[in-house]
């Protein structure tokens, strides 16, 4: 069955780095463009960036262009989401999630604190 498992989170002080990965199973990953979404407590889940299955365009949510970037491997079948000059507002549980296949993974807690 489809599997997706967020690694990587943890606590980080402000301007510090982390990168996120997320280890996919039970599809044919090279097929699905990847994305990540986070959820901060008392708010929605929103869209963070996207990788396309082929090419690896990438797409960002202006909360974090120019300070994220999503990659992906697809002999390993994971996405990864490097995150610099985190901000205090960027905390959250980050999940991926594969375009078109309904499943959650339990997601990776990112706490930017000094």
């Known amino acids: 069955q489809v599997r997706l498992v967020e690694s990587g989170g943890g606590l980080v002080q402000p301007g510090g780095s982390l990168r996120l990965s997320c280890a996919a199973s039970g599809f044919t990953f ?16 929103e869209w963070v960036a996207r990788i396309t299955s082929i ?5 960002y949510a202006d909360s974090v262009k120019g300070r994220f970037s999503i990659s992906r491997d697809n002999a390993e079948n994971t996405v990864y989401l490097q995150m610099n000059s985190l901000k205090p507002d960027d905390t959250a549980v980050y999940y991926c999630h594969a375009d078109g296949i309904v499943y ?8 930017v604190s000094s």
């Open 55 to 59: 090419g690896g365009i990438t797409n």
């Open 104 to 111: 959650w993974g339990q997601g990776t807690q990112v706490t």
């Open 30 to 45: 090279r097929n699905y463009a990847m994305s990540w979404y986070r959820q901060a407590p008392g708010n929605e889940r």
